[in-house]
């Protein structure tokens, strides 16, 4: 990928497979709860599409300056499958690990390119994978980790 | 003959006329009252609780408690501020020295001239008076009581003694020092709105002062069948209320509560309590035997219904028998409470599974409702890598071992992970067995969820709380009797979205220590696989937990729920009126015409 706009593209990409993966699941959930869960899931990242298509049509910013908190959550937690049986807990730890792949990715790019609007761009997509972990880190703290 | 001087005395006193007069036009102008006078009152509304006990002393009747709208539904405050009637009012101040709260006191103003005589009655602090902010008059006199301040201490187990034994580690109060704490009750009733079952804690109170524990026990007994129990480990949010605790310690309500139902035999009970049961022909089936489940059977019971506990275990109790430690609910207290309830002809059939012995849906056939409490028994997973290692143990499953009379098989060395009361009983009980404990917990201490008092006493038994510890990994160690846990400091950081503290790992401050068990506490889930996918799906529920609207009833129209997953307060007098309520809603669903306006 070289141009700005092949970068913007792939991550455009990478946001529907994500919001399609979710729906997957949904729909193989087995309780009406972790259904809804999923598809809010779904859409958060549909959010996350429309986000980077208006980035790519020069209506939105990509601000790479604010250093986003990393609570390091996923980094510790083991691989879940996504099964028919999902619970919350696992939902979010697919959701979470998915996220920091996504940031590990940008930032490994823009780290191996000089400086260029390229390189802004690949932080900034970053920062934003930065920002979604950082969502889902805050749930399980919050939910799942509440009486810990 | 008149006297010259009298005849002339008239002249001399008119050129008093146009000397300055020794009277004073208006004589309240200039004239302040000393700094402690004892003048009008000045109450601060917003420190105020309303608990009436100005109200209560004033010897004259001149305070009324009247509703503010701005106070009303506040937590632990009443709603109502004192109203003064200053035609009755003698100022002696009485009002002042009882405040509990600090918040009335009165100005050095003592002026108030008017000719509409209805002013004179007013609420201090919430109608507006020129005295209000006035920084003299009298306060009550720094370190003056008219109520002793501290509880009656509760004699307690020494630690080096109490970690020998699972004997019981409250001794209890005597007669003498029931009595003494029951004085200090202002009797405000503010605990009975905070008390999630509403407990009719004065009036108890009340009956320890006169002496008539029969009475207190059936006081008790109208909003709760676990006295024995919640005497001994409730959370007792009154006491968070008890406005004798803004001051000083609040009244120690849960001992009193434990020291009337220890006064009367279990003998005594079918005697005293009277319960008259009129059979109604309907038949309810209950699915759990803890607190939930049996305080639905006691009030379904007297209601005339056939009640049928289906229960897993061999013992009625749930986590009050298989969760919580003898040594905090001695298994004699425990069974007076439900022997009581299952004596009333509640049939509990123990060793029973709904969703194995016998499915939901025949109890759904076969019964006119079903209330459903079987709490939360599954522990939750750390998600590190290795924990499926055989020397990680579950806190529930060691609490249940120990209940059962098994050894836990946990060691001499013992890490507990957690900060809840599981953590902490189980923490406690694995000094019980000798261990040395140190406890892991992600946050700070301020932060653990457990009860305080068991937190302070778990350190007083010798357990090490570290905390900001997050454990990442458990590996093998040396020996097969023995696991490592890795784990890391954590830094606490505010949240961005304003949320509570984060803690956050810090990858260069990691340890690596050797244990013989890892106990891990870290929280609860249901277990709803007992009903089929398509129940679960028409019962709305969410995060395995159900949101019952009012009455404790489920989408489901005969299903009624109640206990740990189905609030969010996890305790026992939650699951106990939550019981209660759903007794209310099961006879409002069966019986409508009962509650009809006539």
């Known amino acids: 990928m070289n141009t700005v706009d092949e970068i913007l593209d792939y991550a455009i990409d990478q946001e529907q497979q994500a919001a399609d993966f979710y729906e997957d699941v949904a729909q193989r959930a087995e309780t009406a709860g972790m259904k809804k869960i999923l598809l809010d899931f779904s859409k958060e990242e549909k959010r996350h599409k429309k986000i980077l298509i208006d980035v790519k049509a020069g209506e939105h910013e990509l601000s790479p300056e604010q250093e986003v908190l990393d609570l390091k959550i996923s980094d510790y937690l083991v691989e879940v499958e996504a099964s028919d049986n999902i619970t919350y807990q696992d939902a979010l730890i697919i959701a979470m690990k998915k996220e920091r792949a996504a940031h590990k990715l940008y930032s490994d790019m823009a780290a191996n390119i000089p400086e260029s609007h390229l390189k802004e761009v690949l932080e900034g997509l970053a920062k934003e994978e930065a920002k979604h972990k950082l969502f889902f880190e805050s749930e399980y703290d919050e939910r799942v980790l509440m009486d810990n | 003959m008149i006297n010259l001087k009298d005849l002339l005395s008239p002249f001399f006193v008119w050129q008093r006329a146009f000397e300055k007069p020794y009277t004073s036009i208006r004589p309240t102008i200039d004239r302040p009252g000393a700094p402690a006078y004892r003048g009008f009152h000045i109450n601060i509304a917003e420190t105020c609780v309303g608990c009436g006990s100005c109200h209560e002393i004033c010897q004259n009747h001149a305070i009324d408690m009247v509703a503010v709208e701005e106070y009303l539904g506040r937590e632990g405050d009443s709603g109502l501020r004192p109203r003064f009637d200053y035609g009755r009012c003698c100022w002696c101040g009485l009002c002042v020295d009882i405040c509990t709260a600090a918040s009335l006191r009165m100005s050095n103003e003592y002026a108030w001239i008017s000719d509409d005589p209805t002013v004179f009655h007013f609420t201090a602090g919430v109608d507006d008076k020129p005295w209000q902010d006035n920084e003299n008059g009298y306060r009550r006199a720094e370190g003056y009581h008219l109520y002793p301040p501290k509880r009656i201490e509760m004699e307690m187990l020494p630690p080096e003694e109490s970690i020998r034994s699972f004997d019981e580690v409250a001794r209890g109060y005597d007669e003498q020092q029931a009595k003494k704490e029951a004085d200090r009750c202002v009797e405000c009733g503010i605990c009975v709105a905070t008390c999630p079952a509403h407990m009719d804690v004065p009036d108890y109170i009340h009956s320890i002062r006169d002496g008539d524990y029969e009475k207190g026990l059936q006081l008790m007994y109208r909003t709760n069948p676990f006295p024995a129990t919640c005497g001994r480990i409730c959370t007792r949010r009154c006491e968070s209320v008890c406005p004798v605790g803004i001051l000083g310690e609040p009244v120690a309500i849960r001992w009193l509560k434990r020291f009337i139902v220890d006064q009367v035999d279990a003998s005594d009970y079918k005697r005293i309590l009277a319960d008259t049961i009129t059979e109604n022909g309907k038949k309810i089936a209950v699915i759990g035997a803890g607190p939930g489940g049996m305080s639905a059977a006691y009030y379904l019971r007297k209601k005339g219904y056939a009640v049928t506990v289906f229960e897993t275990q061999e013992s009625a109790g749930g986590m ?41 849906e025949q109890l759904l056939e076969n019964y006119d409702a079903v209330f ?75 932060e653990m969820p457990a009860d305080e008092e068991e937190i302070h006493e778990s350190q007083e038994e010798g357990c090490t709380i570290v905390t900001q510890a997050i454990p990442v990994e458990v590996l093998k160690a040396d020996s097969e009797q ?72 489920t989408t489901l129209e005969k299903v009624f729920v109640g206990g740990d997953f189905a609030n969010r307060t996890a305790d026992a007098i939650s699951a106990i009126e939550d019981g209660h309520h759903a007794a209310r809603g099961i006879d409002r669903y069966l019986n409508p015409a009962a509650y009809e306006e006539k």
Not at chain 2, 325 to 339: A, E, G
Not at chain 2, 381 to 387: A, D, Y
Not at chain 2, 398 to 427: E, S
């Open chain 2, 372 to 446: 459903m409490s079987t709490g939360l028994w599954v522990p939750s997973s750390m998600r590190i890598h290795g924990e499926d290692h055989a020397r990680v143990l579950s806190g529930l499953q060691v609490l249940a071992d120990v209940a059962n009379g098994r050894d836990p098989g946990i060691g001499k060395k013992v890490a507990v992970i957690g900060g809840g009361n599981v953590a902490m009983d189980a923490a406690r009980v694995s000094r019980r067995f000798d261990a040395e404990v140190t406890i892991l917990y992600r946050r700070r201490i301020s």
């Open chain 2, 320 to 360: 009050l028998r298989y969760g919580v430690p003898s040594y905090r609910l001695p298994d004699n207290d425990l069974d007076k409470d439900i022997d009581y309830i299952v004596s009333l002809g509640v049939e509990v059939k123990y060793n029973t599974a709904v969703g194995k012995d016998i499915k939901f």
């Open chain 2, 482 to 553: 023995q696991v490592t846990i890795r784990w890391g400091e954590a830094e606490m950081v505010d949240d961005p979205r304003g949320g509570r503290a984060r803690p956050v790992l810090q990858e260069d401050r990691m340890h690596t220590d050797t244990f013989d068990s890892i106990i891990s506490a870290i929280g609860q889930g249901s277990n709803l696989d007992y009903i089929s996918k398509e129940m679960h799906d028409k019962l709305a529920i969410e995060w395995g937990k159900f949101t019952p609207s009012e009455y404790q009833h």
